[in-house]
Every structure is written in structure tokens, then in C-alpha cells.
């Protein structure tokens, strides 16, 4: 499905540098709240939540994207250029507040964070800004070392000893090898996007991680089983009980992540809904796109949501 161009695009001055944000739909005269989208990584740029675009016309709800500092058309940094101590959590939480306050949506908005994006939105909401009217996290983690246990688990189902093939080369420091690049597309096929071929904007997101994986590196660590960043021992998991906002939880079932991640968010947020999509994995947004957009479009108008679709959708609460 092709892609629409933004109505307008932008930057916002942050700490010096430029943060690059697009807009679908239009923020004067809205029908409804803007939803801000924020992706994963931290590096991975906006492309691969391109979907989302559809929201501003199958529920003309205006959708901004933006690029998080240090990747994509936003300016590009290096631990060379910043230094280590310079990724940090508040790093990224106050730039989601001056892309809102940039736009003038603050006092009104709904916001989606996926993957690291996730644990974005959840912290932020944890700010209780009163503008947060509709809280969704996608395919996220409650607790990054659970990533690295969920990880190991789908590595551990790899045909052909797979699994051990990623981790001996992780380990000797070979990780540029083609054997370890072909391991890590079977894995992502399984486990990351299983559309296939990868969509182009897909792979976009792989290709800004490899470029510059220096923001990852310092917060979360090297690979997705050795959680050795500053963000190692984070777990929002006490926190979550005291959330009131409005809040949708989603992931795939064959999510990198799995229950193991993204559960505690819908059994700790009180009144959270939660979904599982059957057939997709960390993107659902790409895999079962339609159907994803439904659903979320549907909570952020407070609409009623989908039932049990067999092997299609499970609603869990």
C-alpha cells in the first residue's frame, strides 16, 4: 500500500540541534486530537511506523512522526560528537515535550510509543502532563532485562542451532560477519516483520541502526540479549498501578518480546485494554495493518473495540 506525502514538515530546535517532525492531516480545524507517534530504537527513526499515516484518513485523527535526536533527517549524533552521558531518558522525554509544545498540541493530544518508543510514552505519561488524554504502547517492554530473556527464548527455536550461531559470534566479536547478518534476518523474519519480502521502509529502520548504533549501545547494550546500558536495571513495573489515563496495550504473538514484555503493562494499568494480534510479531502495524488501524483508531475515538477473531486477533481485557 503506497504512502500519502505529509501536509507539512518541520523542525523543532532542540538542545542546539534540530529535531525533524512531519505531519498527516491538518492541526487547525481538527476534528479530533492529534496522535504523536514515537518510535523504537533508540536510532531507529520514523519509517517503519510509516503505517500510521492511515489514521489521518480512516479516522482523520492528524498523525506527527518525528525523528528522535541523533537519528534520521533529525541532526545526526555520535557518542564522538556528544559523548556517552549525553543519551539519557530525560534526553528523550523532554524532546517529546518540545515537539508538543513546538505544535501547540500539549494541552490536547493521544500518543503511541512502540518498542523503546513504549517505555517513552509510559515514563511520559508518568510525567502526568495533563494534555495526555489516550496513552497506546505498542509491542513494549515493562522491564528491559525481560528483553533479553524473551530474546533468547525465540533464539533458542532457531533451526539449524541458529541461535548459538548469533550468540558465538556475538561473543568473539565477529557480529560483522555474513553469518551473523543472515542469522539476524532469519531471526527479524520471525520475529521482527514477518511481511516478506521486507518492506523498503522496513528495512530503512535496520539500515539507521547499523549506520549508528551509538544511542542503543550506551542505553540498552550491544545486542538484544546482553542489557548492559544505563537502562539495564530500569522496570517501570511499580510505577504502572498509578496511571490513569486512557490506555491501549498491544503486541504480536510472535513479538520479539512476547507476553513476557508487554503483558505486565495491561495486568498493571488499571482499566488498560489489551490485544494480541495472531499474526504478527513486533510490528503489527506493518503485518496486519488494517485491522491494527481499526483498533487503534476505534480507542483513540472511544469507540467500541473488536472481539476475539480466531487466529486473527485475541482481546485479552
Known sequence: MAFRAPTSTGFVPYKGYQTWYQIFGTLTGRMHRPLLVVHGGPGAGHNYMLPLQDLAYTHEIPVIMYDQIGCGNSTVLTNKDVGEGFWTMDLYLDEIEAVL??????????????????????????RRPTGLKHLVISCSLATTKSWGVATQIWRDQLPDGGGEVLRKHELEGTMGSA???YWTQVFNERHECRVI???????????????????????????????????????????????????????????VGQDIC???????????????????????????????????????LDKTLPETELDVLEKLK
Do not use: C
Request: proline fraction near 7%; aromatic fraction near 10%; charge should be negative.
Open 197 to 255: 519480502p521486507m518492506p523498503e521502509y522496513v528495512k530503512k529502520t535496520f539500515e539507521l541502526l547499523d549506520e549508528n548504533h551509538d544511542a542503543n549501545d550506551v542505553m540498552i547494550g550491544p545486542t538484544n540479549v546482553d542489557q548492559t546500558g544505563t537502562l539495564s536495571l530500569w522496570d517501570v513495573r511499580p510505577q504502572l498501578p498509578s496511571l490513569s489515563v486512557p490506555t491501549l496495550v498491544y503486541w504480536g504473538k510472535y513479538d
Open 179 to 181: 553469518e551473523y547478518a
Open 262 to 300: 508487554t503483558k505486565p503493562f495491561a495486568d498493571l494499568i488499571p482499566g488498560a485494554r489489551a490485544y494480541k494480534f495472531l499474526q504478527g510479531s513486533h510490528m503489527p502495524h506493518v503485518e496486519q495493518r488494517e485491522l491494527h488501524m481499526q483498533l487503534v483508531g476505534d480507542f483513540l
Open 101 to 126: 509544545a513546538h505544535l501547540g498540541v500539549q494541552e490536547e493530544y493521544d500518543i503511541i510509543g512502540n518498542s523503546f518508543g513504549g517505555m517513552l510514552v509510559v515514563e511520559h505519561a508518568l
